[in-house]
């Protein structure tokens, strides 16, 4: 599977960070635990993890449900084109090996859930925190770029 580079993560890795950051400041030792219901799993690629807790049996697992680019075109209509915007495939936990590479998380349990955010980690979560604040979305977040009072939401 493709390692999508910080550069082009888009809504759905810094959403996963927030959310992570929200489990780990309510865990304890150190780090927390996602709720496997709430992670998008593609089963093809990752069985038994969406099979967690009771959920239904075989894959529900669609082609639009795989992770928006940064570049990903909001607006626009055409399948094929936000297509070509998404990785194939590629799911929340593909999403937290991202952010593990990147250096701002760790995934020590894939069966528990168990993650653990880094100090880089808990700096863009304040920097993301910030812009959500100030009205952006997880979708035009930009690591290092302030929104403006101008710039449009």
Request: one cysteine or more.
């Amino acid at each position: 599977m493709k390692i999508v580079p910080v550069e082009e993560f888009g809504k759905d890795h810094w959403s996963l960070l927030g959310y992570i950051e929200t489990c780990c400041v309510d865990g304890r030792d150190g780090g927390g635990e996602v709720d496997h219901d709430r992670m998008r799993t593609n089963e093809n690629r990752n069985p038994g993890l969406g099979l967690h807790r009771g959920r239904r049996t075989g894959s529900g697992w669609k082609g639009e449900y795989s992770t928006r680019l940064k570049s990903f075109p909001w607006g626009s209509k055409d399948e094929k084109e936000k297509a070509r915007h998404r990785v194939a495939g590629h799911d929340d936990w593909d999403c937290l090996e991202d952010l593990d590479k990147a250096g701002l998380a760790r995934l020590i349990s894939y069966v528990n859930g168990f993650v653990q955010i880094t100090d880089a980690g808990l700096a863009m979560a304040a920097e993301l925190r910030a812009h959500k604040a100030r009205g952006g979305w997880f979708s035009n977040f930009e690591p290092g770029k302030k929104l403006s009072a101008e710039e449009p939401a």
